[in-house]
């Protein structure tokens, strides 16, 4: 995946947490504020065969 860093607003780095069954991960406070994520919205993860993953919001109807 090609990446044009004039198309990009903001990096960041957060990390997995897995304790048994459960993964869980930070979404960076500035991509909540900026997409106005709230509780119980959802993500879309999407996996690339080259390893990559594009993380999308799932807009509600």
Not at 12 to 19: G, H, Q, S, V
Not at 38 to 48: A, E, M, T
Request: proline share 2%; no cysteine; hydrophobic share 35%.
């Amino acid at each position: 995946m090609r990446v044009e860093l004039d198309d990009v607003e903001y990096v960041t780095e957060t990390t997995l947490t897995i304790r048994g069954t459960r993964r869980r991960t930070t979404v960076p406070k500035v991509i909540v504020e900026k997409l106005g994520l709230q509780s119980g919205d959802k993500i879309r993860w999407i996996l690339f065969k080259d390893g990559n993953i594009l993380v999308t919001r799932v807009r509600r109807d």
